[in-house]
């Protein structure tokens, strides 16, 4: 047996010991946050992590721990500054004393917190999202689209569940003006990792059927504020700006503006100003529809009365030009109506003359006169014998006279 040996416990004690005096002071450390969670007893226990900033892998590790007569006042004090409540996934710097526990270990003790620093993170990040945005010029894309003047065919991207969702469709059904509104719901996760990639896939399935739909709209509820940071992505941003219709944001925080509210074609403050904002649009489209329609019937009025007053203006013309005109040819009329009386009468006259010599000759080449004058007429079967070469021997004939008819038959012919 080695006498210079120690137990675990002596060992700890020593490492203690050994920190205790080599680190006797708080430091200010820059982490980020991961597993925070609090006990029944109020005590705060989390992970403080430091990624590799171009791999994100974890490089460094320590566990943390917030007493709850510190983490009380702290947390509220974080919140009221960030609008962040105290959680995973953000960059802090926080004072810690390190501590190490013969039982427990190593462990940093938070006695402080800066939210300076943190708000500042976030607002870093979010400047380098929208400076990336502005570099590939497509920050404002999406604002550079038409909006509709009656825009009332709505794809809508939100969590089905979600009470800002139904406060939306609740404002749009039951306003007011009777304005009718089609909305389609493409359901999204709208918390959470998933929160980016099933937006943009939602944009994805819109994408497909965007002939169908005027706008899309993106609505999100009140909740816990650091939720926000999904809709700071530059992915989910990037898809928004380039998007052939116009989206209208109404993420639910009045205060904060996220990146996707900053390219969006227009921002509300909650799905409910949405709601109102397309309301006032379709009651502004109805109005100039409602003033062109005054305006086309008084325009209509106007030329109405303007042409009658000329048509009135001509009439009165026509008939006082007619009665002139009446009056200067009333001479004329009345020799043109002897002329044409004396004109009618010559010619019936000669009409007549016409038809009386016309009857004379008439009754004079008729076959009865012509009979009398000592003529005859012979006829075969009916019809005139005008030749010899048409009658046979004893072919039977006929001779008319003017006073009667003889029966006979050829029994000599002699040329």
């Given at each position: 047996m080695n006498d210079s040996s120690m137990t675990l416990s002596e060992l700890n004690f020593q490492v203690k010991q050994a920190i205790s005096s080599q680190l006797p002071d708080a430091y200010w450390v820059r982490a980020e946050t991961s597993d925070v969670r609090r006990n029944q007893n109020g005590h705060c226990y989390l992970e403080f992590v430091e990624k590799d900033p171009v791999s994100?892998?974890?490089?460094?590790?320590?566990?943390?721990?917030?007493?709850?007569?510190?983490?009380?006042?702290?947390?509220?004090?974080?919140?009221?500054?960030?609008?962040?409540?105290?959680s995973s996934g953000l960059n802090v710097m926080v004072k810690i004393s390190v501590e190490f526990h013969e039982l427990y270990g190593y462990s940093l003790n938070v006695v402080d917190i800066d939210p300076v620093y943190t708000v500042g993170d976030i607002a870093r990040n979010r400047q380098m999202v929208i400076k990336q945005l502005e570099d590939e010029g497509i920050i404002n894309l999406n604002k550079e689209l038409f909006l509709p003047e009656l825009t009332n065919r709505i794809a809508v991207i939100s969590s089905p569940?979600?009470?800002?969702?139904?406060?939306?469709?609740?404002?749009?059904?039951?306003?007011?003006?009777?304005?009718?509104?089609?909305?389609?719901?493409?359901?999204?996760?709208?918390?959470?990792?998933?929160?980016?990639?099933?937006?943009?896939?939602?944009?994805?399935?819109?994408?497909?059927?965007?002939?169908?739909f005027d706008c899309v709209v993106?609505?999100?509820?009140?909740?816990?504020?650091?939720?926000?940071?999904?809709?700071?992505?530059?992915?989910?941003?990037?898809?928004?700006?380039?998007?052939?219709?116009?989206?209208?944001?109404?993420?639910?925080?009045?205060?904060?503006?996220?990146v996707v509210d900053y390219v969006a074609h227009t921002r509300a403050k909650t799905p409910t100003a949405v709601a109102e904002f397309l309301i006032a649009k379709a009651l502004e489209s109805m109005q100039s529809v409602y003033d062109l329609q005054d305006r086309l019937v008084s325009e209509t009025q106007n030329l109405i009365q303007d042409e009658w007053s000329n048509v009135v203006l001509l009439s009165r013309g026509l008939i006082q030009k007619s009665q002139l005109f009446i009056s200067d040819n009333r001479s004329s009329i009345a020799q043109l109506s002897l002329n044409l009386n004396h004109v009618s009468k010559n010619l019936i006259q000669v009409q007549k003359h016409q038809l009386t010599n016309n009857e004379q000759y008439i009754k004079m080449v008729s076959p009865e006169n012509i009979l009398k004058r000592g003529y005859t007429l012979t006829l075969k079967n009916g019809k005139i014998i005008t030749s010899t070469e048409i009658l046979k021997i004893n072919d039977e004939i006929e001779t008319v006279f003017w006073d009667g008819k003889v029966q006979s038959e050829v029994i000599n012919k002699q040329w």
């Open positions: 994100h892998a974890i490089i460094a590790k320590a566990r943390g721990i917030i007493w709850s007569n510190i983490f009380q006042f702290l947390s509220i004090y974080f919140q009221e500054q960030t609008g962040l409540p105290f569940t979600a009470a800002g969702y139904g406060d939306f469709c609740d404002q749009l059904d039951k306003n007011t003006y009777g304005i009718v509104f089609y909305q389609k719901l493409f359901p999204a996760k709208m918390q959470g990792d998933q929160t980016e990639s099933s937006i943009i896939e939602a944009l994805d399935k819109i994408y497909q059927y965007r002939e169908l993106v609505v999100r509820g009140g909740g816990a504020t650091s939720e926000l940071s999904y809709f700071d992505s530059y992915e989910l941003a990037s898809n928004i700006a380039q998007f052939p219709l116009p989206i209208i944001s109404g993420i639910g925080h009045e205060r904060d503006v996220t």
